[in-house]
T-cell receptor, first 112, second 111 residues
């Protein structure tokens, strides 16, 4: 069984740039959620996708957007990067929104 | 009041000790509860789900008290490898937030 995989593992960007992070969900999982985890904090929910549709969104501005593809893989796009966007971005998949979620290794994004 | 609150610790305990973590949640309609473990600079990993009747997995015991909106995790006979941050996680099954995480409680088991 293939677990959740994310790419890239590390990324450095500058303010104002745009970034795309990618996630492949675990086999058999059709729900993908994205989280932002700042240092010393718990993960904060960004949004969730279920069968290619956004299924819920946390308290993040519109410059955070996403996609889910027919194979249930997903992208997180962030425009106009700010210094506070520096964090670990985690993707998690599950069979549905009520089941335990399984996380990828994360992408560590640093904004200079 | 925060949705999920945990004592951040750190808890520094000797090997073999028993340690308990507590967590409170604010949404009384919450339906699912979990403990995740997160090692330094790694992703969270599911440790165990928490059921109303309480559940045990080896040295780990989780309890849920719905009346008090309180969840606990007990670790017996602590091992060095138990050193990690333990995240209390609640699924409110309302609104648009599938999982709500606490900030985590850091545990260091010392030889």
């Amino acid at each position: 069984e293939t677990g959740v995989t994310q790419s890239p593992t590390h990324l450095i960007k500058t303010r104002g740039q745009q970034v795309t992070l990618r996630c492949s969900s675990q086999s058999g999982h059709n729900t993908v959620s994205w989280y932002q985890q700042a240092l010393g904090q718990g993960p904060q929910f960004i949004f969730q996708y279920y069968r290619e549709e956004e299924n819920g969104r946390g308290n993040f501005p519109p410059r955070f957007s996403g996609l889910q593809f027919p194979n249930y893989s997903s992208e997180l796009n962030v425009n106009a990067l700010e210094l506070d966007d520096s964090a670990l971005y985690l993707c998690a998949s599950s069979q549905d929104s009520r089941q335990p979620q399984h996380f990828g290794d994360g992408t560590r994004l640093s904004i200079l | 009041r925060k949705e999920v609150e945990q004592d951040p610790g750190p808890f520094n305990v000797p090997e073999g000790a028993t340690v308990a973590f507590n967590c409170t949640y604010s949404n009384s309609a919450s339906q699912s509860f979990f403990w995740y473990r997160q090692d330094c600079r790694k992703e969270p990993k599911l440790l165990m789900s928490v059921y109303s009747s309480g559940n045990e997995d080896g040295r780990f015991t989780a309890q849920l008290n719905r009346a008090s909106q309180y969840i606990s995790l007990l670790i017996r006979d602590s091992k060095l490898s138990d050193s990690a941050t333990y995240l209390c996680v609640v699924n409110p099954l309302s609104g648009n937030t599938p999982l709500v995480f606490g900030k985590g409680t850091r545990l260091s088991v010392i030889a």
